[in-house]
């Protein structure tokens, strides 16, 4: 089945380290998300990417960097720099259109040990 | 309706009855608004959309109101089950990118 899929669901991360999330799509999109929300918050941007070898910041993008060597693949790291990381982060794809809806992985769960 | 506080709007809906969320949004140019549907500890879910041209767009229990004037756009759920709970967010395409609401938390009474 066609899906995205995130990796780890949950991850724990001690003072002063980076971790990498994973995100691989295999919808052929073009268009991949990582969002960041905190409880009874919506959805906030971090970065987005249009297209490989290429990619934007987005709304919160301080204490993060991703990647997009592969259509299929679009990791992000949380930086040392990223003082609150404890969130649930969401990756999402979508055709590149903008009248698209996108769709979501199930989520990573980033906790602060 | 969204919020824009820390606290979820939340709807309580008796099994069985209809049920309909409310969103406001913000930017009169965008042509392309979305209902996704969030179980606990899950991605959001896709459920409906609807393009600018459009008033009204009907799926299966659920149909998606758009009122452009007032900028609001609304979903109703027909006959609203267990497993219906969970919170729901309207996005819209904004600028360059989705908006996405805060969210309304959906509660289904027994």
């Known amino acids: 089945d066609g899906g995205i899929t995130q990796s780890p669901k949950y991850l724990f991360r001690k003072e002063g380290q980076n971790v990498t999330l994973s995100c691989e799509q295999n919808l052929n999109h073009d268009a991949m998300y990582w969002y960041r929300q905190d409880p009874g918050q919506g959805l906030r941007l971090i970065y987005y990417?249009?297209?490989?070898?290429?990619?934007q910041k987005g709304d919160i993008a301080e204490g993060y960097s991703v990647s997009r060597e592969k259509k299929e693949s679009f990791p992000l790291t949380v930086t040392s720099a990223q003082k609150n990381p404890t969130a649930f982060y969401l990756c999402?794809?979508?055709?590149?259109?903008?009248?698209?809806?996108?769709?979501f992985g199930d989520g990573t769960r980033l906790s602060i040990l | 309706g969204e919020s824009v506080g820390l606290h979820l709007p939340t709807l309580s809906v008796q099994e069985g009855d209809n049920s309909i969320i409310n969103c406001a949004y913000s930017n009169s140019a965008s042509d392309y608004f979305i209902w996704y549907k969030q179980e606990s500890g899950k991605g959001p879910q896709f459920i409906i959309d609807i393009r600018s041209n459009m008033d009204k767009r009907q799926g299966q229990r659920v149909t998606v109101l758009l009122n452009k004037t007032v900028k609001h756009l609304s979903l109703q759920i027909a006959a609203t089950q267990p497993g219906d709970s969970a919170v729901y967010f309207c996005a819209e395409n904004g600028d360059d990118k989705i908006i996405f609401g805060k969210g309304t938390r959906l509660h289904i009474l027994p």
């Open positions: 999402a794809s979508s055709l590149q259109s903008d009248n698209q809806p996108q769709h």
């Open positions: 990417s249009q297209i490989v070898n290429d990619f």
